[in-house]
């Protein structure tokens, strides 16, 4: 069993940053590869980022890529996302998931490929 919590959301001006993190519970978080997903009002979670077990490895959603930063420190059981250059269309929750069913993986952009999920830190980007 793992648990996530996700810190760091907040509200920003368009063309502000902001940095998530995601503190993970026990002692086989650097064994799990990692994700990034959001959800809009109205709309389906979505995928936005993923990094392997190593931090080797990185996945962007076409439309963060060049924008946000996936990183994760193992030593200290916390995943981060930096995100820069917000835009309004970037006003969502966030939530950091962990894959751990299959140790040691690359990252997912698919969501059925975690079992384990934070409850969310909330993004608003104003124009």
């Known amino acids: 069993q793992v648990q996530l919590v996700e810190s760091g959301g907040g509200l920003v001006q368009a063309g502000g940053s902001l940095g998530l993190s995601c503190a993970a519970s026990?002692?086989?978080?650097?064994?799990?590869?990692m994700g990034w997903f959001r959800q809009a009002p109205g709309k389906e979670r979505e995928f936005v980022s993923a990094?392997?077990?190593?931090?080797?490895?990185?996945l962007y959603a076409d439309s963060v890529k060049g924008r946000f930063t996936i990183s994760r420190d193992n030593p200290k059981n916390t995943l981060y996302l930096q995100m820069n250059s917000l835009k309004p269309e970037d006003t969502a929750v966030y939530f950091c998931?962990?894959?751990?069913?299959?140790?040691?993986?690359?990252?997912?952009?698919?969501?059925?490929?975690?079992?384990?999920w934070g409850q969310g830190t909330q993004v608003t980007v104003s124009s």
């Open positions: 026990g002692r086989a978080f650097s064994s799990y590869a």
């Open positions: 998931a962990a894959n751990g069913r299959r140790l040691y993986g690359s990252g997912s952009r698919y969501q059925a490929d975690y079992d384990y």
């Open positions: 990094i392997s077990w190593s931090g080797t490895n990185t």
